[in-house]
């Protein structure tokens, strides 16, 4: 299957810096991207969906100007966590979907940030 | 999309089968069933899908009722790699950009 990187894998960073996660399609072309959250013992919770070209669109209660995210390209989407706090500490994923494909989203690895 | 009900968590012994049932009562006729898995601390994995056919791919099998208001995941082996979280999902593919939501879905245990 189609396959979806994370980088970084894990990142420990002080409260008040910034954390950029890239997100890379390896073997496709990905239209739409998807970033989520998944905090301990709790699913996943979409954050935002990021358009190759276009502004992202967040979902309710995500501030956008602390999570930015950029689709320069159809195989990278980076969400930057802005002036990271300790409540920022989480589980962040991306996914993304072939173009070409059936629909179905190919999740990346994940990367485990921890905010100190 | 249409919701979906999973039991909280299974046990499934090495070896024997694994089925993981699904309800959703309110699925539209343009909506998929999708299964995924996610082990701990990793992203989610694609297991299968279907529509009203029941499929087999080398993960697994699915098995939709004829009404299509429930289906069940069946991992014919299980392994103790197979222990996870498994999530079933409603989505139609009419909106090719559209994300996937996530419930808490089934905490499978294959014990030894």
């Known amino acids: 299957g189609a396959v979806v990187s994370q980088h970084p894998s894990w990142v420990i960073c002080k409260s008040g810096t910034s954390v950029k996660i890239e997100c890379r399609s390896l073997?496709?072309?990905?239209?739409?991207m998807f970033w989520y959250r998944q905090f301990p013992k709790q699913s996943l919770m979409l954050m935002a969906t990021?358009?190759?070209?276009?502004?992202?669109?967040?979902e309710q209660g995500v501030e956008k100007d602390k999570f930015l995210i950029n689709h320069a390209s159809l195989t990278l989407s980076t969400l930057t966590v802005t002036s990271a706090h300790p409540e920022d500490s989480s589980f962040y994923i991306c996914?993304?979907?072939?173009?070409?494909?059936?629909?179905?989203?190919?999740f990346g690895p994940g990367t485990r940030l921890t905010v100190l | 999309d249409a919701k979906t009900t999973q039991p909280t968590s299974m046990d499934c012994a090495e070896g024997r089968a694994a089925n993981l049932p699904c309800n959703h009562s309110?699925?539209?006729?343009?909506?998929?069933v999708y299964w995924y898995r996610q082990i701990h601390s990793q992203g989610p994995q694609y297991i299968i899908h279907?529509?009203?056919n029941n499929e087999t791919n080398e993960m697994a099998s699915l098995i939709i009722t004829e009404d299509r208001k429930s289906s069940t995941l069946i991992l014919p082996h299980a392994t103790l790699r197979d222990t996870a979280v498994y999530y079933c999902?409603?989505?139609?593919?009419?909106?090719?950009?559209?994300?996937?939501?996530f419930g808490p879905g089934t905490r499978l245990s294959v014990l030894p």
């Open positions: 309110t699925i539209s006729g343009n909506e998929y």
């Open positions: 279907g529509l009203k």
């Open positions: 996914s993304a979907t072939d173009r070409y494909g059936r629909g179905e989203q190919f």
């Open positions: 999902i409603v989505r139609s593919l009419l909106y090719y950009g559209q994300n996937f939501v």
């Open positions: 073997d496709f072309q990905a239209t739409t």
């Open positions: 990021s358009n190759e070209g276009s502004k992202a669109t967040y």
